[in-house]
C-alpha cells in the first residue's frame, strides 16, 4: 500500500518540530559535518552567535542562519562527531574567562593554556562578540602611545584608543615595530596582549622568549591560534585578545593590542564561508568580509572618566603582496583605522630600518597625541624631510645646486641616517628628543654618513651615562623648555666633539648649527 504524499510531508514536519529534551530546551541533529563546521537541522529558535553542544560532548558557536539549518564552527575536536548524532541549544553566547592572572600567560582563545602552566580560574567571563562604545562613553585620543621608535613618535606618532595600521610585504619588520612597542611599554603603565593569527609555533616560541629576556611578559598576554590550528580557532582569535583587552580597560587601565595579523584572520574566514556554501565576492571572501575587520576595530577606544577611563589601542597588521596596498583586504582596513605605517621592501633591502615609507604612512590623530617635548623637535623633522624628498627628486637632473640646496639635501640625508634604529632597542622620550634636536639642529651636518650611528650611539651612551636629571626631567614633564635647550647646545657639542677628538678618522667633525630655514 503505498502512502500518500500529503501524510509523509505531515509526518516529517512533525519529525522537525520534535523536542526530546523534557526541559524544553530545544533539540536537533547533525546533517554534515565538514572541516571544522557542521551543519545542525531543527534548531529553529537558534540565535547566531549561540553555543550549541552536540552528543559527543564537543561545542560549536553558530555563525550562519538559513530557513531550515544552522552552520557552527566547533570549538574542539570535529572528529569527534558524528552525522545524525543530537545536538542541544543552550541559549548562551561564547565567553571566556578573564581575571588578573592572565598577565604573562600564553593562551588559546578558548583562554585554554599554552605554556604548561596552571588552568585559568574563572571568575568573570566577557563575551567574545560585544558591541563597540557608543560616541558619548568616548574622549580625545591626546595621550601619546610611546613606540620607542623615533621615526614613529616623531612623524606618525600614536595616541592611546587609536587604531594604527601596520601594512607592508613579508619579511618587512612589521612584527618587529609592534613587539619593540610593547617592550617599550615596561615603564608606561600599559597592559599589553599579542594575537598570533596563523603563524608558526616556532616565531611564537622566539617571541614569547623575547619579551622574557626584556622583562616584557610579566604585563603582555599572548594569545596564539597557530597555522596547525583550526580556521575556527583563527577566526575567534583576535575578538577573545580583544575581549580581554576590554576586561582591563573597563578596570581603566590602558591596554594594548597588537593583532598578527588579519590577512590571515581573513582567510580563515573566508575558507569557513566557502565551506558554508556562502556567495563568493570579490577575491572568493564573502560578501560581510569588511564587517568582520570593522566590528574588531571599533572596540579600540578612550573612554571617558565617567565609563572609568581606561583605553584600548588596536595595532592591526595587515600583509600585502608586491606592495599593493590597494588590494581587498588592505583598502578595507585602512578605511577602518585612523592611519597607516606602510613598510617598503626597497628601503628595507636599502638597510633603512625600520623601513617606514614616510610619504604613504599617515596618523589621523597626529601632533595631538604627540608631548610638547617631541612636538617641538618634530616640527623641524618633518619641514627638513619634506624639503629633502622634494630636492632629492629634482637634483638627479640637475648637474650644478647653489649652496642652500646642498645644505638642504646634506642635512636630510643624515636625518634619514638618524631616524633609523635597531630592533628590540626601543628609545626613551628623552633619548628620542635629544638625537633628534642635534640632527634637526644642524649638529651632525659635517659629519660623513658613515659615522652617524656611532655618533649617535656615543650621545645615547654619555645622556644616560652623565645627564640622569635631565633624562627624568624630560620623561617626567615631557616638556623641552629655552633652559634645556641651552643646556643641549652645551652637551651635545662637548659629546660630538670628544667623539671626533677620540676616534682616528679624522673627518669625523662637528659642525657649527647651519639657519636652514625655507625661503
Known sequence: MKISESILNKFGEKLENLRLDIQGEEVGWVLEIKDGVIIAEGLDNAAYGEIIETESGVSAMIIDLTEKTVGAIVLGDYLKIRAGEQVKSTGRVLSIPVNESLLGRVVNPLVIPLDGGEQITVEKQYPIEKLAPGVVARRQVNTPLQTGIKSIDSLIPIGRGQRELIIGDRGTGKTTIAV????????????????????????????????????????TIVVNASASDSASLQYLAPYSACAIGEYFMDKGKDVLVVYDDLSKHAWAYRQISLILRRPA????????????????????????????????????????????????????????TDGQIFLETDLFNAGI????????????????????????????????????????????????????????????????????QRKNRPYSLAEEVVVLWAATNGYLDAAP????????????????????????????????????????????SQTLSDAAGSTEQAEITVSTPLNLSAK
Open 180 to 219: 619593540d612597542t610593547i617592550i617599550n611599554q615596561k615603564k608606561e603603565n600599559v597592559i599589553c596582549i599579542y594575537c598570533a593569527i596563523g603563524q608558526k609555533n616556532s616565531k611564537i616560541a622566539s617571541l614569547v622568549d623575547l619579551l622574557k629576556r626584556n622583562g616584557a611578559l610579566d604585563y
Open 281 to 336: 565576492g570579490r577575491e572568493a571572501y564573502p560578501g560581510d568580509i569588511f564587517y568582520l575587520h570593522s566590528r574588531l576595530l571599533e572596540r579600540a577606544c578612550r573612554l571617558d572618566e565617567k565609563h572609568g577611563g581606561g583605553s584600548l589601542t588596536a595595532l592591526p597588521i595587515i600583509e600585502t603582496l608586491e606592495g599593493d596596498v590597494s588590494a581587498y583586504i588592505p583598502t578595507n582596513v585602512i578605511s577602518i
Open 353 to 420: 630600518r625600520p623601513a617606514i615609507n614616510v610619504g604613504l604612512s599617515v596618523s589621523r590623530v597626529g601632533g595631538t597625541a604627540q608631548t610638547k617635548a617631541m612636538k617641538k623637535v618634530a616640527s623641524k623633522l618633518k619641514l627638513d624631510l619634506a624639503q629633502y624628498r622634494d630636492l632629492a627628486a629634482f637634483s638627479q637632473f640637475e648637474s650644478e645646486l647653489d649652496e642652500e640646496t646642498k645644505k638642504l639635501l646634506n642635512r636630510g640625508a643624515r636625518i634619514t641616517q638618524i631616524l633609523k
Open 449 to 492: 654618513l658613515d659615522k652617524i650611528d656611532a655618533l649617535e650611539t656615543k650621545l645615547v651612551q654619555n645622556l644616560n651615562e652623565n645627564a640622569q636629571k635631565f633624562i627624568d626631567k624630560i620623561n617626567h614633564e615631557k616638556v623641552l623648555t629655552e633652559k634645556d635647550e641651552e643646556f643641549l647646545k652645551t652637551f651635545v
